[in-house]
């Protein structure tokens, strides 16, 4: 069974930092290009970074460039999201899932709450 669980949300004032993580379990997590989506009530998801399996490559919406950075540790089944200089905008629940399946909430997991508000 899949199962992605997202931990490390939490409230932080504006200009802050967090570090988010994805705990993959269930399928063979090192060959798949994975995804950080983001959603907040009444809009829908909105991606914000992917990594090749390989964690080398990685792409990055224009609103967090430059401030999230995405990584991975294929040796612990763990993809990460360090995320600084926060906005109030940033505020929203992360998940993460698999990159082709980025928009499909079947594929995530229950997710990270991040509140940046001062």
């Known amino acids: 069974e899949v199962q992605l669980v997202e931990s490390g949300g939490g409230l932080v004032q504006p200009g802050g930092s967090l570090r988010l993580s994805c705990a993959a379990s269930g399928f063979t997590f090192g060959t798949y290009d994975m995804s950080w989506v983001r959603q907040t009530p009444g809009k829908g998801p909105e991606w914000v970074s992917h990594?090749?399996?390989?964690?080398?490559?990685?792409d990055y919406a224009a609103s967090v460039k430059d401030r999230f950075t995405i990584s991975r540790d294929n040796s612990k089944n763990t993809l990460y999201l360090q995320m600084n200089s926060l906005k109030p905008q940033d505020t929203a629940r992360y998940y993460c899932?698999?990159?082709?399946?980025?928009?499909?909430?079947?594929?995530w997991g229950q997710g990270t709450q991040v509140t940046v508000s001062s």
């Open positions: 990594i090749n399996s390989g964690g080398d490559k990685t």
């Open positions: 899932a698999p990159k082709d399946h980025w928009f499909d909430k079947g594929y």
